[in-house]
């Protein structure tokens, strides 16, 4: 294989250090005209690993006057390099990134002033030649980041400087309060007198042009009162597509690697497409893009998955990457502040259960009102647990965008069941391989169905079938053989659950499932059993019928399982004959 190829920049946030170490990159610098039109302040806020950093690196190499005698070679072969604008290489830009501020939060203002006023020193020593000899050193001396910050906005002022400031992941410092600290910690940070809102005063009268970047835009608004700083650019369909990759970009990237050789013959551009697309794609941040643009895949899970296929000759055995396992802890810790009311309880597992809601997306909102049913669906949106999928006259349809979501929201109801009653995930691991391999379900259905029984006899944690589909789903998707796909549409109907073969990861899979699941009240008759379980069967054996099926089970033998819960206890559960 001709090792002399671009290398997938996976995890790499430098600009500079990926164009000199000549890396595959995917230019997104068509946006900076559209920005400039846009406004002086601008906020936007994406999933985690969107590629935030690496965009906003790119931005400010662009932007800055200490990078003009580089443009050509940094832009070379990119949309500016030949449509340059009249702000280009005209800045002092202060890059800060509140991610590194520090987790001791023991000692937050002192954290917060050294990270701050150490970053000011380095903007001033690396600009010095613009300034008075004298400013140097009277910034350095400076005790605080305020200080140092209005030294800076006066001699620039003076000497007429255009300066430009850059923040990334603007709420990861107050988030990390919010989870640990608690609402009284973070509003002392952020309201009044607090430090942290006293550097905020100074950005917008000292910066002539600022970008702000992060996760959820609780922040701003405690910060600014009433988000008066910036343009909000998050929901706005002329950035829709500025972070993550359309497919036709992911699909230029697999035609390079099939070009100079890094991809085997045998594996496709559209089975890669096809294998990656559920994983990855259909993220929509703008109402009105919805339809009319491509939907986004992940630009960090694409790099993972494709640098692992370049490097090893085959795709990752876990299509989700392990690194961003502390980005959903972060999220679960966030989403429990003030502990989990039944009411939010009961709108994730609607949400498990349909795949989707519908709500509309506060732009904005206070720390204090987080735990309110509507900011809370936001923050779901804004942490990319849930994607715009259509509309509902003023309401948004909000979805599950594919199955790296939707495992994270499996993840997170295992360990809510856990925490009622304990259960050994991990004995699973054999009854999954007898289903599979061997076509022996019922070691796993018996597993999960005490499971059940157990947890829903210790605490409803929402009656009836809700609760049952949840608890499945969660299940059912730990095992490594299947791709679980809840609501599959077979014959006019919908399934509850189809076990889809993992082929491409697990050829020798022999058998695959159809689950249909059935829920009976406690004071159910048994003339109201029978009737629901021969209904049951007739449907499964509609579903078994549909020639789409036929496609997706790659040799594997189909089974029909139904089964019949009554309260929390299983009332029947038993194979059906496809005749």
Known sequence: MNNDFKRIPYGISDFKQVRKENKYLVDKTMYFERMERAGNFLFLVRPRRFGKSLFLNMLEAYYDINEKDNFQELFKGMYVAEHPTENRNLYQVLHLDFSLVGSDLDHLEENFNRYCGGEVDTFIE?????????????????????????????????????????????DNFTNNILNVKGQKAYHDLTHGTGFYRDVFKVFKPMFDRIIMLGVAPITLDDLTSGYNIALNMTIDSRFNQMLGFSEEDVRQMIRYYKEVGAIKPEVTEDSIIADIKPWYDNYCFAKDSFGREPSM???????????????????????????????????????????????????????????????????????????????????????????????????????????????????????????IHPIA??????????????????????????????????????????????????????????????????????????????????????????????????DATDAEAEKQWTEAIAQIKTYATDHKLQSMLHGTKLHLIVVQIKGYNVAKREEIDER
């Not at 309880?345 to 259960?353: K, L």
């Not at 605490?459 to 059912?476: D, H, K, P, V, Y």
């Open 126 to 170: 690396s600009y010095q030649r613009f300034y008075e000899p004298h400013i140097v050193p009277r910034i350095l001396n400076e005790k605080n980041a305020v200080g140092k910050l209005n030294q800076v906005r006066m001699a620039a002022k003076k000497q007429g400087h255009r300066l430009y400031l850059v923040v990334d992941e603007y």
């Open 297 to 419: 895949f992940n630009s960090d899970m694409v790099c993972y998955y494709m640098s692992t296929l370049i490097d090893t000759g085959r795709k990752p055995e876990e299509m989700v990457d392990p690194n961003t396992k502390t980005d959903y802890k972060k999220l679960r810790n966030l989403i429990e502040i003030g502990n989990m009311t039944e009411e939010r309880r009961q709108t994730i597992y609607d949400i498990v259960h349909t795949g989707y809601t519908y709500a509309t997306i506060n732009s904005y909102f206070p720390a204090e009102s987080i735990t309110d049913e509507d900011n809370f669906v936001s923050l779901l949106f804004y942490y990319g647990m849930l994607t715009i999928r259509g509309t509902l006259g003023a309401m948004l349809k909000l979805g599950i965008p594919n199955n790296n979501v939707r495992k994270q929201y499996y993840d997170y109801l295992i360990q809510a069941f856990q925490q």
């Open 425 to 522: 995930v991990s004995q699973l691991n054999i009854p999954f391989y007898q289903a599979a391999l061997e076509g022996n379900w019922r070691p796993m259905m018996d597993y999960i169905l005490k499971a059940y029984h157990d947890t829903t006899a210790v605490r409803q944690l929402i009656e009836g079938e809700r609760n049952l589909q949840g608890f499945m789903n969660a299940f059912l998707s730990l095992a490594p053989y299947y791709l679980v796909a809840p609501e599959m549409e077979f014959s006019h109907g919908y399934c509850d659950f189809f076990l889809l073969p993992n082929y491409t990861v697990y050829p020798m899979v022999a058998h695959s499932y159809i689950l249909e699941l059935k829920y009976l009240k406690t």
